[in-house]
């Protein structure tokens, strides 16, 4: 059983949509991260949040630490979001879920 | 500033060949983890450092070795490689607070075993 389950493991969407991709953990932890990683293979970390609500720019992520659960949003979303987002959770170690692939189509 | 780099970024091997990857960290953090990935699996801690000095095993740390070689340098060693450790390896250095478009992981290394 996987610690952090994100859902879904893949995405289509048209350019301008609004995306949610949730993630959800098992764990007791200190921190959750939003990564990004591009096809290039780099990984980015976009958030680190432990309660509430972040934004920057067009990304949204929130966390509800009584469900244990989070959410990342892209609003307007473009064609260079296309990448793979990774939820990972920080308890004692850091556990990563197996991420989420979205592609922007034009 | 480089953050976390790693070398080399592609590395093709022989079975039983021996090989180690480079990862040095310039944000003078304690904490320095080595992680593959592998399709369909989220990323696997295979070995971490707390500290200068200090190593402990991860989720899968069978035909590794590592060393921190000082506060800034964290090395992965295959001592004999062999093909089910063809993978992505990313060594990365958690930062502690959180900022927009903070990179904490190395560009990884794509290595295969044949």
């Known amino acids: 059983k996987n610690e952090v389950e994100q859902s879904p493991q893949n995405l289509t969407a048209q350019e301008g949509e609004f995306i949610t991709i949730n993630c959800s953990y098992s764990?007791?932890?200190?921190?959750l991260h939003w990564l990004q990683q591009h096809p290039g293979g780099g990984i980015v970390s976009l958030f680190m949040l432990s309660s509430g609500k972040k934004k920057h720019g067009r990304l949204i992520a929130t966390i509800n630490i009584q469900e244990k659960h989070s959410s990342l949003h892209i609003t307007a979303s473009h064609p260079r979001d296309s990448a793979v987002y990774i939820c990972?959770?920080?308890?004692?170690?850091?556990?990563f879920g197996t991420g989420t692939s979205l592609t922007v189509i034009p | 500033n480089a953050g976390v780099t790693q070398t080399p970024k592609f590395q093709v091997l022989k079975t039983g060949q021996s090989m180690t990857l480079q990862c040095a960290q310039d944000?003078?953090?304690?904490?320095m983890y080595w992680y593959r990935q592998d399709p369909g699996m989220g990323l696997r801690l295979i070995y971490y450092s707390a500290s200068e000095g200090t190593t402990d095993k991860g989720e899968v740390p069978n035909g590794y070795n590592v060393s921190r070689l000082n506060k800034r340098e964290f090395s992965l060693r295959l001592e004999s490689a062999a093909p089910s450790q063809t993978s992505v390896y990313f060594c990365?250095?958690?930062?502690?607070?959180?900022?927009?478009?903070?990179?904490?992981f190395g560009p990884g290394t794509r290595l295969t075993v044949l």
């Open positions: 764990v007791g932890i200190s921190a």
């Open positions: 990365a250095s958690p930062i502690a607070g959180g900022s927009y478009n903070e990179q904490f």
């Open positions: 944000m003078n953090h304690n904490s």
């Open positions: 990972a959770v920080t308890g004692n170690q850091f556990y």
